[in-house]
């Protein structure tokens, strides 16, 4: 099997061009900018426990399972983004987006590291960014609660304060996830704070072409955490109609995380480069 | 032509029943809780001026034009909501909605009220709740930007924070607004504090009945403000395939303001008890 | 306890005006148009029976179980509307809604009539229509199979095609039905041809009001069916967070349709005249 | 610049798999089934020309503009679809989407082929699916009439019918067509049946990276069409922010068509495959 070619234009901008399809005379089609791109959001996160063998399938080969086998988290977050130009910013209708995601613990050569079996975005831009990177976003719709600094409906990021957040796939109820706050802590959550390893992977069209399929680690900078609020949570995998899913449900809830968070998400890393 | 007439059983829990309709045993399929419900939201809001002899073609005969005739306002907000149990609180799928609307500014017997001649929110139990206290909500795509406290995806509540607001209806942009902050003020944007004064309608549909058609001041209580940040102000109608709407687009553009917002909304007075 | 009050004003014109909100000077911003309304639709229908003692319990004082006590069915359409005028069968985006819904069977003095206690759209001017009629129209996302002419990604109206509709509601997949087609029948199902009794309710917002509240027939005319297929079927409630619904789920399920209805509604009798 | 490189597992069953993302255990969770892929659909379709120059300009430089330059067509289509097992077609949430897409006229080596410089769907995996096969789709709303059988609330497939179509894109009301029906015709319009030529792109992410960038043209077969009818069409290109986009407006528009089509998609051939 040939390996996918590259048609590397000696002339690159001769006809319609772009980051990403759609493909125009000036460019500015693409559907998705090119990074660095800048992200500001509201997170509410769980930690919990899966069965290490169901988390190790996850894995691939060059994977192993991390320090703690079994650690997970769900992450719930609605995110406001940008490209370098800022000009998403100018539209409330395109730079903002909900998000719900797994991530369970890896390692590689004794790094530690994250990785994402499963995510679920409501706008189209980020699904296609996700792909990109390596990221395997699908799209659901994701609802979560708001703090209030007035009135009555909505919690406060305050002790007591009761947070929570859905996520509904093709119409089922597919998680759910409550977090309760009892005080605030120093130290953001383990799983937020380690690279993400993805697999870019596009598949074959052409029948005698290899998927494109890699290892990447993506880079990023400009992390920003606001107070991090902590207390007690509760996670349910619901209406899930895909057995492979099925297996990350939680054995064992842990706590869970009120706060804001922003990163710049630049361009991908091989993994195998960490081996220098 | 008769007015509409009522049953009032002598045993009113005979039969399925219900705030609204769909009434069934328990009484728990109504699609609308009775009030009071409970409010807290995220307001960009921008003064501006309308050709007066408009507004006042949008005034029942009963009301006068206000104080400064042709004062208008535009508001984009996002919410959350819940009834007085804060059950909705529990399911974040269920509490939040935007809204986009107009206000005018009214009197009757020399009171300064506000008249809502449009607004749109994204989310139908907000839309019939509108109805029930004679707002007139329709359905429509609200977006709006949101301050961060981090990174570099949207506005600080700072001077020179930038915040907007789009109002998509049946697919066409029908509203854009821009707020650039320049610092904080005292006091609230006056047409954000007088009391609305709406109709409430219910067309007929017995060919001999006259409709439910009355105007009604509604109670609010419980009102909070957070501080409020000002500046200048941009606010455009677009793409408006109605002429009456059209006839409420900006002859002038004053300032704009972001705010949070909240309020209990009890139930609507017959503007004329206003008489006493 | 006053009855609501209805205004009639001398000039009936003056002041904004239209047949529903929002009220606008010329009446064309009137969000719902007046009827007659027509419709076209493609309907999969499914007879099912319910316990006969939670069906009663849906039932108003006024009404008794129908002739054969637990006869119900589910409905999935998919319409096309317009009015009078046809105009809006000029825009694509204003014209089309899905729905589905749950008749019962009763009886008034001896009359066979069906009751409609739950149904869901996934269009909000028919939501609106629906509680003009009485008819307690929710917001959900409904979807059904299309009959194909060509190809392979549907099936043919015909003796094996295989038929189906699902209803989202909040994101929870709240009803399933399919039917599987056997042969052509003569006549349509029994309960898509008796008048719809509905309760008209608007509820109260003015403390000392009653809510209207009464028992109309829904006047229909230019009823046409296309062939009607039929064939076994199936029903399932699945994830209803709502125990009343819960009390109307399937103890038996009958046989299922396939079919284009059409049919023009004009206004609505009170259930009362039928003493005459 | 190295060209991406590709990963083939020497035992590619071992970790999570998949034909897409997300990868699993048992590759059940790819959101992207493998082709070929069966699609039936509703088509109406509008004949028209664009500026010769700006068309040229959306060629990559392999293509020629066509035997006619200029020639354009607008296609409004609502699709089923379904992978080889049909499984898609038990949930009709799955298995349904709307589509608009441009069309261009082009050749390579003398053969008549179509680009796509534009499309957009309403659902997010015939999106992906479009990448994988290099058909540029983004998303928007699209509504399109529905010929009738019964009743008045649409156009019957007849001379005098009317048909619509509307593209919304980011809330904008991007595209509108309509045709207006005078007799059938004996072939199908010419540029629905030449074969699409596509660029696979998927774009760099680890900087050494070159893009995949590769011209295929797609292989259908299946080929079905129902009666086609034709007569004179109107197209509007709207509220268009994208100054590439705007110009491919139409200078004059043609004949329009409605018609029921299908086909099955089974892979791409490399464009430089027709030089054999």
Redesign the interface.
Known sequence: ?R???????ATPM???H?????????G??A??T?PPW????DVIMVDYRVDPAAAA?????ELEPGPDPGEAAAIFAE????SES?AE????????FAEFLILISCRYRGRHLARC???WVDS?VP??RG?????????G?V????P????????RLAGGG?F???L?V????TAEATVTLDGRIDRPPPLHTVPLVH?????S???SE???????VSEVT?I???DIWAGSADLRL??VP????A?LAPVEVGRGYVF?????LH????LTDDDR
Chains 1, 2, 3, 4 share one sequence.
């Open positions: 099997m390996s996918i070619e590259t048609t590397t234009p001769a006809g319609p772009g980051y990403t399809l759609p493909l125009s005379p000036s500015g089609s559907m998705v090119p800048h992200f500001s959001g399938r996850f894995l691939p080969p995110w406001q983004w940008c800022g910013l100018a539209d409330p209708a395109r730079c903002r079996p499963y995510a189209p699904l296609m792909w990109i990177q390596g990221m395997p976003k699908q799209f719709t609802h979560q609660i708001r209030v600094a007035v009135g009555r409906a909505g919690p009761r929570g957040g859905v509904s093709d119409g089922r109820r697999t870019r992977l596009f598949p069209w052409v029948p290899a998927p494109l399929n890699r290892l990447v400009d920003e955490f606001s619901l209406d895909d057995a492979d899913l297996g804001s968070y922003a990163e710049t361009h991908g890393r091989p």
